[in-house]
């Protein structure tokens, strides 16, 4: 358990810092976040399927927000692999919103 605890340390130095949005492709202006780890699951299910209508379903009801990349986000929790945070979008136009960022997203 003390492993562990330490793995998961450095991820906990993160809650409550103000980060930019970047992307991971290089002509990406911006991300699709999830609201939620269940629709986090949800995405990446429907990614691997390549079932864009799934996918478009999920952005009609609002439960994947497209951000623009550099938009600042507050990190309020870490998911317990440190592989995403939860976060509070700060500016544009789902401001105030919460969604789960991989922290390869944050800069």
Known sequence: MA????ATKPA???VGKVFALRSDSAAGKFVSLPIDQ????EQQKLEAANDDL????????????????STQVKVLDEQSDGS??????????HT????????KYLI
């Open 84 to 93: 995403s945070c939860e976060v509070r979008i700060l500016a544009g136009e």
């Open 38 to 41: 269940t629709t986090q699951k």
């Open 96 to 103: 105030a919103k919460t969604a789960i960022v991989p922290r």
């Open 54 to 69: 799934g996918l478009s379903l999920l952005f009609a009801d609002g439960k994947v927000l497209m951000v623009q990349t």
């Open 12 to 14: 906990s130095d993160l």
């Open 3 to 6: 492993a562990t605890e330490r």
